[in-house]
């Protein structure tokens, strides 16, 4: 007895020190997973950013590109619902169904395919506590394709395209419903109030009981400012009283807000410990919308010394506002305040964050169209892409454009579709040259980064080559037309006390 007594006592202790290296171990695996925060920015232009020569104050994000990543020749759709759809699958909108050209309108039941994975999903396979804000307009008719149904533990915001900044309506014609939810209740508390005030506070708590919890976070922000409705926000800024006309004023306080918030974000990160251990993202989902026209959609952005702007194909619609940043454990410091050259695609997003947080075994199982420039930046070598499908539709016949290294072919236009350039201060338009071959395009974007000059009659063999590229995506297996995308009938949200709510069960 006394043998063994004498070995019980040895052993407890043994036991007690392998247990509690166990949990620190266990702990360890989870701190090393980093946090991360996806921020999209909605309808940011080209040049509503200081750092482009803005007249817009945004200070925090003219010091953050000093300690980023700027993804120089990044490319995203023309308007929202497409570039999110890439940002959320890594995969090409027109892979999915998902390139429409009005993006997902009210009542429609279009979506995401269910068999296509969300980024939230495979967060929170690999162990993350998965939190969204703001705008989803990735599909709503059913509860499983919003996002709490594709993979989000918490989900703060609006469902649909746009709503009011402060009353939360969205208007489809005549018709007007209410659009802001706490996972899956319309949440009434907070009308009246401005938006972002919410989403600052939903996410921070959402954040706060992650961190506490011990865990990995990955938050998904996707701002609501700037898209229309202009509207005032609670506080202006000194420095937007010389901005004019009226409306490119309220959007440069709109912008301003939005800058601060982004600052108070990255304060809260630092504040609970844990940006050293975070990696963010900040991209635009489309180009600005210009002050084309007083009535929807005309904005106030502008893509100065790009052409044109959102719903278009040309620069100004599609070359997009991308940063990655971090801290210090996993943001390597030779990449900061560094500019990417390498051509990329909103769907190269998801592959480089995986790659990025330590989870590049798995990229290959998630069959990506996008790539992960992540080796490309941290070692200094060429991007992994040569050629971008900006969009193909319609087989590929109209509102199509591709990227071949130099060389940017746009096929057929958009009745109404706009053009011209939009200048900062003085704030004007001037007309785009007069092109009489307007249904082929093709730019030379090393010479003629702005595409002044079309020379597709000149380079007919280069017009062929490129629309052979565009023919081998429409060919390739998972091609797919716009999905349907249409009002239906039990959207109407007389039918749902007064909201846009999922309406398929």
Same mark, same amino acid.
Request: glycine share 8%.
């Given at each position: 007895?006394?043998?063994?007594?004498?070995?019980?006592c040895?052993l407890i202790?043994m036991? +007690?020190?392998?247990?509690l290296?166990?949990l620190?171990?266990?702990t360890t695996?989870?701190?090393n997973?980093? !946090?991360?925060?996806?921020m999209?920015?909605?309808?940011?232009?080209?040049?509503?950013?200081?750092f482009?020569?803005?007249?817009?104050?945004?200070?925090?994000?003219?010091?953050?590109v000093?300690?980023?990543v700027e993804?120089?020749?990044?490319?995203?759709?023309?308007?929202?619902?497409? /570039?999110?759809?890439?940002? #959320?699958?890594?995969? &090409?909108p027109f892979?999915?169904? #998902?390139?429409?050209?009005?993006?997902?309108?009210?009542?429609?039941t279009?979506?995401?395919?269910l068999?296509?994975?969300?980024?939230?999903? *495979? +967060?929170?396979?690999?162990?993350?506590?998965?939190?969204m *804000?703001?705008?989803?307009?990735?599909?709503?008719a059913?509860?499983?394709?919003?996002?709490?149904?594709r993979g989000f533990?918490?989900?703060?915001?609006?469902l649909g395209?746009?709503?009011d900044?402060?009353?939360?309506?969205?208007n489809?014609?005549?018709?007007?419903g209410?659009?802001?939810?706490?996972?899956?209740?319309?949440?009434?508390?907070?009308?009246?109030?401005?938006?972002?005030?919410d989403?600052?506070?939903?996410?921070?708590?959402?954040?706060?009981?992650?961190?506490?919890a011990?865990?990995?976070?990955?938050?998904?922000?996707a !701002?609501?400012?700037?898209?229309?409705p202009?509207?005032v926000?609670?506080?202006?800024s000194?420095?937007?009283?010389?901005?004019?006309?009226?409306?490119?004023k309220?959007?440069?306080?709109m +912008?301003?807000?939005?800058?601060s918030?982004?600052?108070?974000?990255?304060?809260?990160?630092?504040?609970?410990g844990?940006?050293?251990?975070?990696?963010?993202i900040?991209?635009?989902?489309?180009?600005? +919308?210009t002050?084309?026209?007083?009535a929807?959609?005309?904005?106030?952005?502008s893509?100065?010394?790009?052409?044109?702007?959102?719903?278009?194909?040309?620069?100004?619609g599609?070359?997009?506002?991308c940063?990655?940043?971090?801290?210090?454990?996993?943001?390597p410091?030779?990449?900061?305040?560094?500019?990417?050259?390498?051509?990329?695609h909103?769907?190269?997003?998801?592959p /480089?964050?995986?790659t990025a947080?330590?989870?590049?075994?798995i990229v290959p199982s998630?069959?990506?169209?996008?790539?992960?420039h992540w080796?490309?930046?941290?070692?200094?070598?060429?991007?992994p %892409?040569?050629?971008?499908?900006?969009n193909?539709?319609y087989?590929g016949?109209?509102?199509?454009?591709?990227?071949?290294?130099?060389?940017?072919?746009?096929v057929?236009? *958009?009745?109404?579709a706009?053009?011209?350039?939009?200048?900062v201060?003085?704030?004007?338009?001037?007309?785009?040259?007069?092109?009489?071959?307007?249904?082929? %395009?093709?730019?030379?974007?090393s010479?003629?980064?702005?595409?002044?000059?079309?020379i597709?009659e000149?380079h007919?063999e280069?017009v062929e080559?490129?629309?052979? %590229?565009?023919e081998? &995506?429409?060919?390739?297996k %998972? &091609?797919?037309e716009?999905t349907e995308? /249409?009002?239906?009938?039990l959207?109407?949200?007389?039918?749902?006390?007064?909201?846009w709510?999922?309406?398929?069960h």
């Amino acid at each position: 007895l006394a043998t063994v007594s004498v070995l019980y006592c040895l052993l407890i202790p043994m036991i +007690m020190m392998f247990t509690l290296l166990t949990l620190s171990l266990s702990t360890t695996v989870v701190s090393n997973q980093p !946090h991360i925060l996806y921020m999209v920015v909605d309808d940011l232009g080209w040049t509503d950013v200081g750092f482009h020569g803005s007249n817009f104050p945004t200070p925090v994000l003219d010091k953050l590109v000093t300690e980023s990543v700027e993804m120089s020749k990044y490319y995203v759709q023309p308007s929202c619902s497409p /570039t999110r759809s890439s940002l #959320m699958t890594g995969r &090409y909108p027109f892979n999915m169904g #998902m390139q429409h050209l009005t993006t997902i309108i009210p009542g429609s039941t279009a979506h995401i395919p269910l068999d296509v994975k969300t980024i939230a999903e *495979v +967060m929170k396979e690999q162990g993350y506590e998965t939190h969204m *804000v703001g705008k989803w307009h990735l599909g709503y008719a059913s509860w499983k394709y919003t996002p709490i149904g594709r993979g989000f533990d918490t989900f703060t915001g609006y469902l649909g395209g746009m709503i009011d900044y402060y009353n939360r309506t969205m208007n489809a014609g005549d018709i007007v419903g209410y659009d802001f939810w706490h996972n899956t209740a319309a949440d009434y508390t907070h009308d009246g109030s401005y938006t972002l005030t919410d989403y600052m506070t939903d996410s921070e708590a959402a954040l706060r009981k992650t961190v506490a919890a011990g865990k990995p976070s990955f938050l998904y922000f996707a !701002h609501q400012n700037i898209h229309i409705p202009i509207d005032v926000p609670p506080t202006t800024s000194p420095k937007c009283e010389s901005v004019s006309p009226d409306r490119r004023k309220t959007l440069c306080d709109m +912008m301003s807000v939005l800058d601060s918030a982004i600052g108070e974000t990255l304060q809260l990160y630092k504040d609970l410990g844990i940006w050293n251990n975070t990696l963010m993202i900040i991209t635009t989902d489309n180009g600005g +919308m210009t002050y084309y026209q007083d009535a929807f959609p005309g904005s106030a952005s502008s893509n100065w010394p790009l052409r044109a702007g959102k719903t278009t194909l040309f620069e100004g619609g599609v070359k997009g506002v991308c940063l990655l940043t971090g801290g210090d454990n996993v943001f390597p410091s030779n990449i900061r305040n560094l500019k990417y050259f390498g051509m990329a695609h909103a769907a190269d997003l998801m592959p /480089t964050i995986l790659t990025a947080a330590g989870m590049s075994d798995i990229v290959p199982s998630l069959e990506f169209d996008g790539v992960s420039h992540w080796e490309s930046i941290t070692k200094n070598l060429t991007s992994p %892409r040569s050629e971008v499908p900006v969009n193909i539709v319609y087989s590929g016949l109209n509102y199509t454009s591709i990227i071949n290294n130099d060389m940017k072919l746009i096929v057929g236009k *958009v009745q109404g579709a706009y053009d011209g350039y939009w200048t900062v201060s003085p704030y004007k338009e001037i007309p785009a040259p007069f092109d009489p071959h307007n249904t082929t %395009r093709l730019f030379n974007l090393s010479a003629d980064p702005n595409e002044y000059h079309n020379i597709a009659e000149s380079h007919p063999e280069i017009v062929e080559f490129l629309k052979q %590229r565009i023919e081998s &995506y429409v060919k390739g297996k %998972r &091609y797919s037309e716009p999905t349907e995308n /249409t009002f239906h009938p039990l959207a109407v949200p007389e039918l749902h006390n007064g909201t846009w709510a999922p309406f398929l069960h």
